[in-house]
């Protein structure tokens, strides 16, 4: 399978200060790679990166094409959703209507109007709060929230940032167990940023190590777990 | 939101330069009036009395970032003490200005009580209240007697003391200028210290202030008085410079001309004042000059091209150009910040 | 008790300006965390642009609408144009650019159409309304029926289309609505756009009344700066609400209490007082500050 998206030599800054020195990794359809790594690594400014949200050099391709140039707005619309570090709520809006500007950039209506019924689905709760202000669901619902907002773009390419933050371990693993079904069912390629490499590396089958804003060691998911470095100092055995 | 530096410590060579250079300066800005017409150092006047109101409401908007939009009202009271005094009483033109400032801090003080409940847009209005309400009060028939109503009060012009071989226009420069020194030392004093201090953290850090235990309250309603004070004591001297206060000349207009005066200049810059000064005052001439049919449109041209080309105002290019320059001069006086 | 009705009544006449004014600063407020003070001078403006049309023989309600466009463009041109390149320049900076809009357009009118008042026409019959008892001006009674299309427009707008939703979003979370792929820049043009056009249609509803000088909106939008105030300033329904209240208020006061020479200091007084006691307005959010 060809990769769907390919990173390299990939530098970003927020003003004079330097965060990525020039990370290389690529993401291939259909799969789900995982970027790894400690609190300040890098792992959210090169989410940020591929969005153009922050300054960046490099190359960047999706899909053949090289993105790097392109605004936030334009990236959207090649099919990449972000699931941005906070969640990025709409707090005054409704559930309904944070739904409804996911799927903002759709030209097929109809689908739409479907793909509320898909994501009630996935997470019935959702529908059970349709009509709630946003900012008033639970951490847990708001991630939901986040995710069902990606997904609403019915995008080719879904970019996660720790999912897992500050949410109680049972729905961390709901929300896992649907990233996976998502990948399956979809045929979504999913590019996860988590802390929690545990978790990340059983739902990954792909993985990158990120320290100081290089790539340190990548891998399958499998090799990954079995470096003698990665199990001592990010999985804890 | 802006970059304040409140007099950074600098090496002895460099302070030893900028007493020179200030020495020069003042000796310049001495000799001027014996170069200009005597319409001029009457506008140059204006600019030394505009600097020391623009220093007051820097103290209030840039270093305590509190928005006043109706300054105009301090200044007007400070006039209106100033030519009461005067006209009724009968007291020399020297002495009303200590009084006009102290009637403004006691004001300032009481109307900053209030405001400390509002914040932001709420202080705005409150104090644009305030801009708007100063004429109709001043045209008020209970207070007629002493305002002189619409008609205003017409004050005579000082003449120089001790046979003085100068002209008045050029007395009242000096006097305003040894007035404005006064101040600026005053207001030098208070703002690179633990006030200024205290008074930049209250805007940038509200409640990390409070709980490293400045009294926001106080600081606050102080910063209120002192900046009323300022204001004040400008608008008694620009009544003595004017000869004449009417109700008219101190509208909404003046608090805004204000407002732009010290967003111009530069805020939370003590030099920014006079900057802002001399914008204010001239101008609105120069827009003149190009267009007498439209001055003004001619006038916010300037002001929206300022606020491209400088959106930290003229003290904030001039603080960011000389850093370059130094820079380029070569590193060995690096300071970074 | 007649008179006092018509007092009120003439208080929802002009308080329906205010709101229309009001609700505009608030577009720009919320997007922007801004005031607008060249609003009510655009609203100027445009009035004048209506009346250059009527006299030139358009109908009254061609006029009125191509009105509404062209200040929806204008609005739209100065946001793109001027607002922009100070976007990220620092807050007072941005409203010394407000202020130099206005002073701008205030004398562009008064250098073109000079500083003497025109009379602007009326669409409503000159004859009083009668209902029950009571007669009323029957450009009073237009002027609310139009604000009220107008406001009902916009509430549909917002609410019910995606443009509309679109809009909130990019005032409400300008990172988040990127990330969904709306174009923020053009959502913020675009409010600027409807802003202007709402005050193109205040500008039009008052001139009649007030008629038409280069300084007419001044006390406007003193008005509807303070209606939107005590509504809450990122509160469109408490800035209308505000909007009308003001306008009851002023005219009740300038009637019955102190006349029309203090009514505007005496009002604002008033306002700031019931500000000291609700900061955050009469119907606006209360702001829990994180530490």
């Known amino acids: 399978m060809a990769a769907l998206l390919e990173v390299s030599n990939l530098h970003a800054a927020y003003g004079p200060t330097r965060v990525l020195h020039g990370i290389d990794f690529s993401l291939e359809e259909g799969s789900i790679t995982a970027l790894l790594g400690a609190n300040g690594a890098g792992k959210t400014t090169t989410l940020r990166a591929l969005c153009a949200m922050v300054q960046t050099s490099g190359e960047i391709s999706f899909g053949g094409a090289r993105i790097e140039a392109k605004a936030t707005e334009d990236i959207v619309r090649l099919g990449i959703a972000h699931v941005p570090d906070g969640r990025g709520t709409f707090v005054n809006l409704s559930t309904e209507e944070n739904l409804r500007l996911g799927a903002y950039v759709r030209k097929d209506k109809r689908a739409v109007e479907q793909d509320f019924e898909r994501i009630y689905a996935y997470f019935p709760r959702l529908k059970e709060r349709r009509h709630q202000q946003a900012g008033t669901l639970s951490g847990g619902e708001q991630q939901m929230l986040a995710v069902s907002r990606a997904l609403m773009l019915r995008p080719r390419l879904l970019l996660l940032d720790e999912p897992s933050f500050g949410l109680a371990p049972l729905i961390v693993r709901e929300i896992f167990d649907i990233m996976r079904a998502i990948n399956q069912s979809e045929k979504v390629s999913i590019l996860l940023v988590e802390q929690n490499a545990a978790m990340a590396l059983d739902l990954a089958d792909h993985a990158y190590l990120i320290e100081t804003g290089r790539v340190v060691l990548s891998g399958s998911a499998d090799e990954i777990k079995q470096n003698d470095a990665v199990r001592r100092s990010y999985l804890g055995y | ?18 007493i020179i ?10 000799a001027l009036p014996f170069m200009v017409s005597n319409y001029h150092t009457f506008q140059l006047t204006l600019v030394l009395v505009y600097a020391i109101a623009l220093l007051g409401l820097n103290i209030l908007t840039g270093y305590n970032g509190q928005i006043s939009l109706g300054h105009g009202a301090f200044y007007a009271i400070g006039a209106y003490v100033a030519a009461i005094l005067m006209d009724k009483f009968g007291v020399p033109y020297w002495l009303t200005v200590p009084v006009a400032g102290v009637v403004c801090l006691a004001t300032g003080f009481l109307f900053g009580l209030p405001a400390l409940r509002l914040e932001g847009l709420y202080l705005a209005l409150a104090t644009f209240a305030l801009g708007v309400s100063m004429p109709q009060l001043l045209k008020d028939k209970h207070l ?7 008609q205003g009060i017409v004050i005579i012009k000082p003449d120089p003391p001790f046979g003085l071989p100068i002209n008045p226009d050029q007395w009242l420069y000096y006097f305003t200028l040894a007035i404005l020194l006064l101040m600026f030392l005053l207001g030098w004093n208070l703002l690179r210290g633990r006030v200024g201090r205290s008074l930049i953290a209250i805007r940038d850090q509200p409640v990390a202030a409070e709980a490293m235990g400045v009294n926001s309250a106080l600081y606050k309603s102080l910063a209120f008085g002192v900046s009323a004070m300022y204001t004040g004591v400008a608008g008694a001297l620009g009544a003595i410079a004017v000869q004449f206060v009417a109700p008219d000349s101190f509208g909404i207009f003046l608090s805004i001309t204000f407002l732009v005066g010290i967003v111009i200049g530069g805020l939370a810059s003590i030099p920014g004042a006079i900057y802002g000064a001399i914008f204010i005052q001239f101008v609105p001439n120069i827009a003149d000059e190009i267009s007498k049919a439209a001055p003004w449109a001619i006038y916010g041209v300037f002001m929206i091209g300022f606020m491209y080309v400088m959106p930290v105002g003229v003290a904030g290019a001039i603080r960011i150009g000389w850093a370059r320059f130094r820079r380029k001069a070569g590193g060995s006086g690096h300071h970074p910040g | ?65 191509l009105t509404v466009v062209i200040a929806f463009v204008l609005g739209v041109l100065i946001e793109r144009i001027i607002v922009r390149p100070v976007e990220r320049a620092p807050v007072l900076s941005v409203v010394v650019v407000f202020i130099g809009l206005l002073v701008i357009f205030n004398s562009l009118a008064g250098w073109i159409y000079s500083y003497t008042i025109k009379v602007f026409p009326s669409p409503f019959p000159k004859e009083p309304v009668h209902i029950g008892s009571h007669f009323f001006s029957a450009h009073q009674i237009g002027a609310v029926g139009v604000t009220l299309v107008v406001l009902g427009l916009l509430y549909a707008f917002f609410r019910y289309t995606p443009l509309g939703l679109a809009m909130r979003a990019a005032a409400q979370n300008p990172d988040s609505s990127r990330l969904v792929g709306i174009r923020v820049g053009w959502m913020l043009a675009l409010g600027w756009g409807l802003a202007s056009a709402i005050g193109a249609v205040a500008g039009m509803m008052v001139a009649p009344v007030v008629y038409l000088d280069p300084n007419m909106m001044a006390g406007i939008l003193l008005y509807a700066f303070a209606a939107a105030l005590v509504g809450g300033v990122d509160s469109p329904g408490g800035a209308v609400l505000g909007g009308f209240l003001v306008g009851v208020l002023e005219n009740l006061l300038g009637a019955y209490v102190i006349g029309n020479e203090l009514k505007l200091a005496f009002a604002l007084v008033l306002i700031v007082g019931v500000l000291v006691v609700r900061p955050s307005g009469l119907f606006g959010k209360v702001h829990v500050t994180r530490v």
């Not at chain 2, 250079?21 to 001495?30: D, Q, T």
């Open chain 3, 1 to 65: 008790m007649d008179a006092f009705l018509n007092q009120v009544f003439a208080g929802l006449a002009t308080g329906g300006i205010y709101a229309s004014v009001a609700l505009a600063l608030v577009m720009i407020y919320q997007a922007t965390h801004l005031v607008n003070f060249a609003q009510g001078e655009l609203a100027m403006f445009s009035t004048y642009i209506a009346w250059t049309l009527i006299d030139a023989g358009m109908p009254y309600w061609a006029a009125f609408f």
């Open chain 2, 144 to 150: 007629e007697q002493w305002t002189g109503g619409v």
């Open chain 2, 1 to 18: 939101m802006m970059p304040a530096s409140p007099a950074t410590a600098a090496p002895t060579a460099s302070s030893k330069s900028r």
């Open chain 2, 21 to 30: 250079g200030l020495a020069a300066l003042l000796l310049a800005v001495c």
